[in-house]
T-cell receptor, first 114, second 115 residues
Framework: ETGVTQTPRHLVMGMTNKKSLKCEQHLGHNAMYWYKQSAKKPLELMFVYSLEERVENNSVPSRFSPECPNSSHLFLHLHTLQPEDSALYLC?????????????FGEGSRLTVL | TQLLEQSPQFLSIQEGENLTVYCNSSSVFSSLQWYRQEPGEGPVLLVTVVTGGEVKKLKRLTFQFGDARKDSSLHITAAQPGDTGLYLCAGDEGLVKTSYDKVIFGPGTSLSVIP
């Protein structure tokens, strides 16, 4: 139990569906992250929110839309995805920029796009 | 853009053997982390090293940060099946203080310890 909870753990969707991934952290952290983990690729940073403001958006296609309503919750809205978007999506949190890169990850949401 | 490389990519050993995995970069990092990820789970932080030349021990795991803060190694003594997993090194790019952690990850070393 890392204090970061992701739902759903598994998701199968068609290319025309709209779905959302949810992340909640119980650690009192100020920064939250979405990472994508594909086979044979390093973890790719997608979005970073610090104090509920988006501070990083690493050239992610617009079919991925993040939302951070408060410092404890983070969503990733999915729309018109492609099969190559199938991956493990990981949410993480950290205290702030002073923790020296120590991230706390959720268990991930395994997404399959048909 | 800073990059982290890890070697070997895959490692399969017998229980009781020793092993070392490596993490290298051409760039300097303010700190470096090692994570372990088991199948179907998220990465779990094992250790952070900050000072060049630093050595940290966690039971049978020994972590070392290179003097120039560009590389690191993880040595496991008497490996056990419970050590099986993907070992990821990660570096904090944040040489300038920010309100979040700018972390990049290496591709990982997949370790399998056979009973």
């Amino acid at each position: 139990e890392t204090g970061v909870t992701q739902t759903p753990r598994h998701l199968v969707m068609g290319m025309t569906n709209k779905k959302s991934l949810k992340c909640e952290q119980h650690l009192g952290h100020n920064a939250m992250y979405w990472y994508k983990q594909s086979a044979k690729k390093p973890l790719e940073l997608m979005f970073v929110y610090s104090l509920e403001e988006r501070v990083e958006n690493n050239s992610v296609p617009s079919r991925f839309s993040p939302e951070c309503p408060n410092s404890s919750h983070l969503f990733l809205h999915l729309h018109t995805l492609q099969p190559e978007d199938s991956a493990l999506y990981l949410c993480a949190s950290s205290q702030d920029g002073s923790s020296g890169g120590e991230l706390f990850f959720g268990e991930g949401s395994r997404l399959t796009v048909l | 853009t800073q990059l982290l490389e890890q070697s070997p990519q895959f490692l399969s050993i017998q229980e009781g053997e020793n092993l070392t995995v490596y993490c290298n970069s051409s760039s300097v990092f303010s700190s470096l982390q090692w994570y372990r990820q088991e199948p179907g789970e998220g990465p779990v932080l094992l250790v952070t090293v900050v000072t060049g030349g630093e050595v940290k021990k966690l039971k049978r795991l020994t972590f070392q940060f290179g003097d120039a803060r560009k590389d690191s190694s993880l040595h496991i003594t008497a490996a056990q099946p419970g050590d099986t997993g993907l070992y990821l090194c990660a570096g904090d790019e944040g040489l300038v203080k920010t309100s979040y952690d700018k972390v990049i990850f290496g591709p990982g070393t997949s370790l399998s310890v056979i009973p």
